[in-house]
């Protein structure tokens, strides 16, 4: 099941989307989070219309903790010049840095970067559960684009600056999980920036897998329905190839089962 959000007067909803683009709402968006299985189990309503002719939101609540994880391809850490972690690495967006598909994201400096990233949505409350749990926690999955501010993310150890611009975490409608399957078995991942591909990996590739890394996290924190783990982005980066996004690019994301999310980039704001 494909699911968007969209905003319907002074309400964000929560919408399944039909192979046709029709949308039927589910739910209002914290209300659905609160009980997704539940919330996808009631009779549904009448559709409202096609997504596309709507303004839409990122399907996850504002609420939710924004969980990303660094260097997780190996071919990545050695392009960044960086060992294989014996670890995951976890940094943090804000909620507030996510977008949509089409939503423009401003380029904030001149080496404003790509990183093509599977999106994994969580569906229950999970505090120091084992793999096979979180795997059974898991609710979607989304095509994911972490964005980044390369000058501001490197000048310290820590990357907040340069991973929460404006509009700079644009995230595809979530896939349900019995829909994608167990993403170690390989789903291809395929960033593009005007047509050209850049990146183009499997997600087999990964260090640490899905449920190995909600098993991790979940170590020091209760992760709630909603909250999104970003889980890392294969070789490829514009940082490797010396080339960064400018204002009059597009940049897409596309993943096997999942789906795709396509940015224009602009300049910031005067």
């Known amino acids: 099941m494909k699911l968007a959000a969209y905003e319907s007067d002074d309400h964000t909803m929560i919408g399944h989307v039909a ?33 596309d002719a709507m303004r839409q939101r990122p399907a996850v609540p504002p609420s939710a903790r924004v969980i990303c994880v660094g ?13 294989i972690p014996e670890v995951p690495v976890i940094f943090s967006r804000w909620t507030r840095t996510l977008g949509v598909d089409g939503q423009p994201a401003p380029a904030v400096e001149a080496r ?30 989304v095509a994911f684009n972490d964005l980044s501010a390369r000058t501001f993310q490197m000048r310290t150890s820590q990357w907040t600056m340069g991973k929460n611009s404006d509009a700079s975490g644009p995230m595809s409608p979530i896939v349900t999980a019995d829909e994608v399957g167990d993403p170690a078995q390989g789903l291809r991942l395929t960033t593009r920036v005007n047509d ?12 640490f897998t899905v449920p190995q890394l909600i098993a991790y996290v979940s170590q020091v ?6 909250d999104l783990i970003a889980t890392g982005t294969p070789a490829g980066v514009g940082a490797a ?30």
């Open 241 to 270: 190839r010396r080339r960064f996004l400018k204002p009059g690019d597009a940049v897409e994301v596309e993943i096997e089962r999942v789906g795709r999310v396509r940015t224009p980039i602009v300049a910031p704001p005067a």
């Open 196 to 207: 050209e591909t850049m990146q183009d990996a499997t997600t087999a590739d990964m260090i």
């Open 19 to 51: 192979a046709d683009g029709v949308v039927t709402p589910v739910d209002e968006i914290e209300a659905f989070w609160r009980a997704p299985d539940l919330a996808l189990g009631r009779a549904g309503a009448d559709p409202v219309g096609a997504l």
């Open 71 to 83: 260097l997780n391809y190996r071919l990545h850490a050695a392009e960044a010049n960086q060992p």
């Open 221 to 226: 924190m209760t992760l709630q329905p909603g």
């Open 112 to 141: 404003f970067d790509w990183e093509g990233e599977l999106g994994v949505v969580v569906g229950r409350p999970m505090f120091r559960v084992d793999e096979a749990a979180a795997a059974d926690g898991v609710f979607g999955y």
